[in-house]
């Protein structure tokens, strides 16, 4: 099946769009990986749920007295999301995997809003064995980031 985004590739199996190609495929990181988890090990590690989409009030919760009420609504789009946390081993097939050149330019773009351009390509050599190095160029092993922000 030809595809744009992810969200054309229905196949448990395949549900990936690879931008290269326009092709549904497995996700890397889960080719080859056994079936081990969940409450009986036996589990797709790889398993994803649907997440609906709709309307929320982001200070609103339904239950706390004195709630500021219903102002501030909020719209998500429907996705998906892993069942399971993702394992060191899966991980490690991840970036085994990766590649520069595999986000294509504009991809992650929201629907939604018009001025968003989606993924910028000049971004593409900070990905992968160059991550590092463009992290101390943008002063990322400082240690006033946040932890996830910082070179280890």
């Known amino acids: 099946m030809k595809c744009v985004t992810n969200q054309d590739c229905t196949s448990a199996a395949a549900p990936v ?8 495929v497995a996700r890397p990181s889960c080719v080859g990986l056994a079936a081990t988890c969940g409450p009986s090990g036996n589990a797709d590690c790889c398993a994803t749920g649907s997440v609906p ?3 929320f009030y982001r200070n609103y919760d339904g239950v706390s007295a004195g709630s500021a009420g219903m102002s501030f609504p909020a719209t998500v789009s429907s996705f998906k999301l892993d069942t399971y946390e993702i394992t060191v081993g899966r991980f490690r097939k991840f970036v085994a995997a990766y590649s520069q050149n ?3 330019a504009g991809a992650g773009k929201n ?3 018009p001025s968003d351009p989606g993924w910028d390509v000049a971004n593409n050599s ?3 064995a160059r991550l590092a190095a463009c992290g101390a160029g943008r002063g990322e092993s ?3 980031l946040p932890a996830w922000r910082r070179r280890s």
Do not use: F, H
């Open 111 to 113: 629907p939604n809003n």
């Open 142 to 144: 400082a240690p006033d």
């Open 126 to 128: 900070c990905l992968g």
């Open 17 to 24: 769009c690879n931008l290269s190609t326009n092709t549904c």
């Open 53 to 55: 989409g709709g309307t």
């Open 102 to 104: 595999m986000i294509a």
